[in-house]
């Protein structure tokens, strides 16, 4: 008899965007495919068995979940009902820990600029909305909730003909067995020369034992030392051999699992019975559910007391993997499992040892969706579509919709699939705390069949992989006359009660005709605050590339993103609440297709918020993050206009270096601009930093962050020391701009000192009394000596004259 290979597999979520090989496994109706899993560095993989085979159980890992999409929001938030799964004894299945969604250090643009911040910004030297379509539009969602709920299936019952069989003790003695570590250590060592003595070692060790404990060291034997004929199974050269055959090759395919199954037991007194049947596999999804079924498989029903139970050796031995060959994985699931669990993919051809209280008819049989181990293990709820495999979209909606109830500790994941390609934009998933189940979204682009699946792992699991729950297929014919995609969401999306404005039904935006940036428009609550970042398809960061602020005025998020050149691209907005501390979690990302891009491209300066509170413009340079160095020069300017009550300073650094006496901020009264004055002292790329303050604050914060290349240096030069009196009065130097004097000289010092009584100088630490202070402007010569040169003025109301700037002398 030929065995069929079922289909399973595995996936998480990951960090990046590239097309790597999956280590897909791939497994018959009577083997399961083994867990594997392999590392993606980007969210947009392609995930793709071998060709000509579909997987049972594979790993698929990937951070970030560009291509897969994740349940939103939080089960704990949000208004879930916290309804935790009742205990079970069924076993867990091992998993592999590891990292969740990429994260951003909330640190990650201010630490280079925390240098300037702390010891040079605040330590002066001073003793629309349209919802075309909208998932949470309330109306919208009911009428398709309605829709789903009163849609008519055909009932299929499938209850356990005697449910007691499976009580508590029964369950118990189950598990006990399965985690006797001393049951599989003893088997492990066996090392029989002959079924007779097989058997007589068996008889020894079962002494004392139960008939569970009994069968499953039968059980264990068979999966642990016989593997899967996986080149008579690809060749089709399947034959019958003896169980003599089986032990001592140590090979077989599910007639010889099944057989010998039944040989021992027959030799061990334990009732059972050979099973034949159909299972949904490889070659059943080949041939589609219309082809006429065979009988393709083989299993087991053992009776333990007075009640029958399945037993499936072959899917619990291992699997085979994609370089086709057997990885043994001992599969305690498959161990009596429960025939309203089995029957989804398991069709005896005998109707009484489907053991259900109404055995269901073949047209049933191949109508059920494709439920693997884990919707049961982790007790999953399949409201709708009901009983059926095959999908259609929302009468009048551009999608199909699944509603399925989890327990509050289980995360579910979605992929969606044509021609084993991922469909970007295709699906998202929602969870309804209105009615406590999950809306998973699916939209086509294409017509043809789809293929739907559904994953699912346990949240306080420190696993990234999920195991595959639920399939289903969506074939269509016609597409819609306005179809839609999803941008990829992620659980605070939902938790932070964001709600996105623009764009609407799509995940990719076009930059294009003149366009110079994509613009995403968010509502968030005011205690969220969100960052942004745009990635080429190599994943690389493109600095300069976003700007993400708070528009007070529209009560808005505007997140914008410039690309740089004409490609693809991905847009990231990364949120948290303001009182948390540490890292952005990803929220929401889009693709962004760019084309005919101006050169020079836009770019920004990196942008705090406080620049936006602040009421902050940028004069010079406009539309570039980057500050071009002029040949032969010594510094460069950068022009800015704030409100009356505001101040600003900055900073220069290079290497995260500070750069002494680098910078100047001062006031140009005549065009009531900020002139920012930045001096490098080497060669290599510089960052520039404004600060910004209202006059009635203590420190300066971060404002805006500029790049500078210095290629070359004229003449290096030093800035005057400047004292917080000079800021807060809106000074302003002529001349001289260099802050080292020559010594013996004579200087001219030209300065705008607004509003003050009287201004003097100190010269060599001598009190100097001039005379050219008039109308707010000082203009004096002076000749200098060895030691500083200080500026002061005295102000109305003060009986002291207060430090406004230094020159050093040399």
Same mark, same amino acid.
């Given at each position: 008899?030929?065995?069929?290979?079922?289909?399973?597999?595995?996936?998480?979520?990951?960090?990046?965007?590239?097309?790597?090989?999956?280590?897909?496994?791939?497994?018959?109706?009577?083997?399961?495919?083994?867990?594997?899993?392999?590392?993606?560095?980007?969210?947009?993989?392609?995930?793709?068995?071998?060709?000509?085979?579909?997987?049972?159980?594979?790993?698929?890992?990937?951070?970030?979940?560009?291509?897969?999409?994740?349940?939103?929001?939080?089960?704990?938030?949000?208004?879930?009902?916290?309804?935790?799964?009742?205990?079970?004894?069924?076993?867990?299945?091992?998993?592999?820990?590891?990292?969740?969604?990429?994260?951003?250090?909330?640190?990650?643009?201010?630490?280079?600029?925390?240098?300037?911040?702390?010891?040079?910004?605040?330590?002066?030297?001073?003793?629309?909305?349209?919802?075309?379509?909208?998932?949470?539009?309330?109306?919208?969602?009911?009428?398709?909730?309605?829709?789903?709920?009163?849609?008519?299936?055909?009932?299929?019952?499938?209850?356990?003909?005697?449910?007691?069989?499976?009580?508590?003790?029964?369950?118990?003695?189950?598990?006990?067995?399965?985690?006797?570590?001393?049951?599989?250590?003893?088997?492990?060592?066996?090392?029989?020369?002959?079924?007779?003595?097989?058997?007589?070692?068996?008889?020894?060790?079962?002494?004392?034992?139960?008939?569970?404990?009994?069968?499953?060291?039968?059980?264990?034997?068979?999966?642990?030392?016989?593997?899967?004929?996986?080149?008579?199974?690809?060749?089709?050269?399947?034959?019958?051999?003896?169980?003599?055959?089986?032990?001592?090759?140590?090979?077989?395919?599910?007639?010889?699992?099944?057989?010998?199954?039944?040989?021992?037991?027959?030799?061990?007194?334990?009732?059972?019975?050979?099973?034949?049947?159909?299972?949904?596999?490889?070659?059943?999804?080949?041939?589609?559910?219309?082809?006429?079924?065979?009988?393709?498989?083989?299993?087991?029903?053992?009776?333990?007391?007075?009640?029958?139970?399945?037993?499936?050796?072959?899917?619990?031995?291992?699997?085979?993997?994609?370089?086709?060959?057997?990885?043994?994985?001992?599969?305690?699931?498959?161990?009596?499992?429960?025939?309203?669990?089995?029957?989804?993919?398991?069709?005896?051809?005998?109707?009484?040892?489907?053991?259900?209280?109404?055995?269901?008819?073949?047209?049933?049989?191949?109508?059920?969706?494709?439920?693997?181990?884990?919707?049961?293990?982790?007790? %999953?709820? !399949? &409201? /709708? =579509?009901?009983?059926?495999?095959?999908?259609?979209?929302?009468? @009048?909606?551009? #999608? $199909?919709? +699944? *509603?399925?109830?989890?327990?509050?500790?289980?995360?579910?994941?979605?992929?969606?699939?044509?021609?084993?390609?991922?469909?970007?934009?295709?699906?998202?998933?929602?969870?309804?705390?209105?009615?406590?189940?999950?809306?998973?979204?699916?939209?086509?682009?294409?017509?043809?069949?789809?293929?739907?699946?559904?994953?699912?792992?346990?949240?306080?699991?420190?696993?990234?992989?999920?195991?595959?729950?639920?399939?289903?297929?969506?074939?269509?014919?016609?597409?819609?006359?306005?179809?839609?995609?999803?941008?990829?969401?992620?659980?605070?999306?939902?938790?932070?009660? %964001?709600? !996105? &404005? /623009? =764009?609407?039904?799509?995940?990719?935006?076009?930059?294009?005709? @003149?366009?110079? #940036? $994509?613009? +995403? *428009?968010?509502?968030?609550?005011?205690?969220?605050?969100?960052?942004?970042?745009?990635?080429?398809?190599?994943?690389?960061?493109?600095?300069?590339?976003?700007?993400?602020?708070?528009?007070?005025?529209?009560?808005?998020?505007?997140?914008?993103?410039?690309?740089?050149?004409?490609?693809?691209?991905?847009?990231?907005?990364?949120?948290?609440?303001?009182?948390?501390?540490?890292?952005?979690?990803?929220?929401?990302?889009?693709?962004?297709?760019?084309?005919?891009?101006?050169?020079?491209?836009?770019?920004?300066?990196?942008?705090?918020?406080?620049?936006?509170?602040?009421? %902050?413009?940028?004069?010079? =340079?406009?539309?570039?993050?980057?500050?071009?160095?002029?040949?032969?020069?010594? #510094?460069?300017? +950068? *022009?800015?206009?704030?409100?009356?009550?505001?101040?600003?300073?900055?900073?220069?650094?290079?290497?995260?270096?500070?750069?002494?006496?680098?910078?100047?901020?001062?006031?140009?009264?005549?065009?009531?601009?900020?002139?920012?004055?930045?001096?490098?002292?080497?060669?290599?790329?510089?960052?520039?930093?404004?600060?910004?303050?209202?006059?009635?604050?203590?420190?300066?914060?971060?404002?805006?962050?500029?790049?500078?290349?210095?290629?070359?240096?004229?003449?290096?030069?030093?800035?005057?020391?400047?004292?917080?009196?000079?800021?807060?009065?809106?000074?302003?130097?002529?001349?001289?701009?260099?802050?080292?004097?020559?010594?013996?000289?004579?200087?001219?010092?030209?300065?705008?000192?607004?509003?003050?009584?009287?201004?003097?100088?100190?010269?060599?630490?001598?009190?100097?009394?001039?005379?050219?202070?008039?109308?707010?402007?000082?203009?004096?010569?002076?000749?200098?000596?060895?030691?500083?040169?200080?500026?002061?003025?005295?102000?109305?109301?003060?009986?002291?004259?207060?430090?406004?700037?230094?020159?050093?002398?040399?």
């Amino acid at each position: 008899m030929g065995c069929e290979f079922g289909t399973h597999q595995k996936v998480a979520p990951i960090d990046t965007s590239s097309n790597l090989p999956v280590n897909n496994s791939v497994n018959s109706g009577i083997l399961r495919q083994n867990r594997t899993s392999i590392n993606n560095p980007y969210n947009n993989v392609i995930l793709k068995p071998p060709d000509g085979f579909l997987e049972h159980s594979s790993s698929i890992l990937v951070k970030n979940i560009i291509s897969l999409t994740t349940a939103e929001p939080d089960e704990y938030d949000n208004g879930r009902v916290k309804k935790n799964r009742k205990v079970t004894f069924e076993q867990r299945f091992s998993r592999e820990p590891t990292s969740d969604s990429r994260v951003v250090n909330t640190n990650n643009e201010v630490a280079n600029a925390s240098i300037l911040s702390s010891d040079h910004a605040n330590n002066h030297n001073d003793s629309l909305e349209d919802d075309t379509i909208s998932l949470n539009d309330p109306l919208t969602v009911e009428a398709d909730v309605n829709h789903l709920l009163i849609a008519t299936y055909d009932y299929v019952e499938m209850t356990d003909v005697i449910p007691e069989a499976f009580d508590i003790l029964i369950l118990q003695q189950r598990q006990d067995a399965i985690d006797n570590t001393s049951y599989r250590s003893t088997i492990q060592s066996w090392q029989p020369d002959s079924l007779e003595q097989l058997i007589k070692t068996i008889k020894t060790f079962r002494k004392g034992k139960s008939i569970i404990d009994q069968h499953w060291i039968i059980f264990y034997w068979i999966t642990y030392n016989i593997n899967y004929d996986v080149v008579a199974f690809l060749a089709d050269t399947v034959a019958e051999q003896s169980v003599e055959d089986t032990f001592r090759t140590k090979i077989g395919v599910c007639g010889d699992f099944s057989g010998l199954y039944k040989y021992l037991c027959d030799k061990l007194d334990l009732e059972c019975m050979d099973i034949r049947g159909h299972a949904k596999s490889f070659r059943y999804e080949m041939r589609g559910v219309d082809a006429t079924p065979i009988v393709n498989h083989a299993w087991n029903v053992v009776k333990i007391k007075k009640y029958w139970y399945i037993i499936e050796s072959t899917w619990g031995a291992g699997s085979i993997n994609k370089q086709k060959q057997f990885v043994r994985e001992v599969n305690p699931y498959y161990f009596l499992i429960r025939p309203h669990h089995i029957i989804y993919d398991h069709l005896p051809k005998d109707e009484k040892w489907q053991l259900l209280e109404t055995p269901i008819s073949m047209s049933e049989y191949l109508q059920l969706p494709r439920i693997y181990p884990t919707y049961f293990k982790l007790e %999953l709820e !399949l &409201i /709708s =579509p009901l009983y059926q495999e095959h999908m259609t979209l929302i009468k @009048g909606k551009p #999608y $199909a919709l +699944i *509603l399925l109830r989890t327990p509050t500790d289980v995360d579910i994941l979605a992929k969606f699939e044509i021609n084993d390609k991922l469909i970007d934009g295709g699906s998202r998933i929602v969870f309804d705390a209105e009615h406590q189940f999950y809306r998973c979204y699916f939209a086509p682009t294409s017509i043809g069949k789809h293929k739907i699946s559904i994953f699912a792992k346990e949240t306080i699991s420190n696993a990234i992989l999920y195991d595959a729950a639920i399939d289903f297929t969506l074939d269509i014919d016609k597409l819609p006359e306005n179809p839609i995609s999803y941008p990829q969401t992620w659980k605070d999306f939902h938790n932070f009660g %964001l709600k !996105l &404005i /623009s =764009p609407k039904n799509t995940h990719l935006i076009k930059v294009s005709n @003149g366009m110079t #940036y $994509a613009c +995403i *428009l968010i509502r968030a609550p005011s205690d969220v605050e969100l960052i942004g970042y745009l990635y080429n398809s190599d994943e690389q960061k493109i600095i300069g590339a976003q700007h993400v602020y708070y528009d007070q005025q529209k009560d808005l998020w505007t997140c914008n993103f410039a690309p740089n050149q004409n490609g693809l691209f991905k847009a990231t907005v990364f949120g948290k609440k303001k009182t948390d501390t540490g890292n952005y979690n990803n929220v929401i990302s889009f693709k962004i297709e760019a084309t005919e891009i101006i050169s020079p491209p836009l770019s920004y300066p990196y942008i705090w918020q406080i620049f936006h509170d602040l009421n %902050l413009t940028i004069d010079t =340079p406009q539309n570039c993050s980057t500050v071009i160095w002029p040949e032969n020069a010594s #510094y460069v300017e +950068i *022009l800015m206009q704030a409100p009356d009550d505001i101040l600003l300073s900055c900073g220069i650094q290079c290497n995260n270096i500070k750069v002494e006496n680098g910078s100047l901020a001062q006031f140009d009264h005549g065009k009531n601009l900020w002139q920012l004055l930045f001096a490098p002292e080497q060669i290599g790329q510089h960052e520039l930093v404004v600060f910004a303050k209202r006059n009635t604050e203590e420190n300066f914060q971060c404002a805006a962050k500029f790049y500078l290349n210095v290629t070359q240096i004229y003449q290096v030069m030093k800035f005057p020391t400047i004292y917080r009196q000079f800021q807060h009065t809106k000074c302003r130097i002529y001349e001289p701009l260099n802050g080292i004097l020559k010594k013996d000289t004579t200087v001219s010092i030209h300065c705008f000192i607004p509003n003050a009584d009287d201004v003097n100088l100190t010269v060599d630490s001598n009190w100097d009394k001039i005379e050219g202070y008039k109308n707010s402007v000082l203009k004096t010569q002076v000749t200098v000596d060895s030691k500083d040169l200080i500026v002061q003025a005295k102000y109305e109301q003060e009986s002291t004259f207060k430090v406004l700037l230094k020159y050093s002398i040399q």
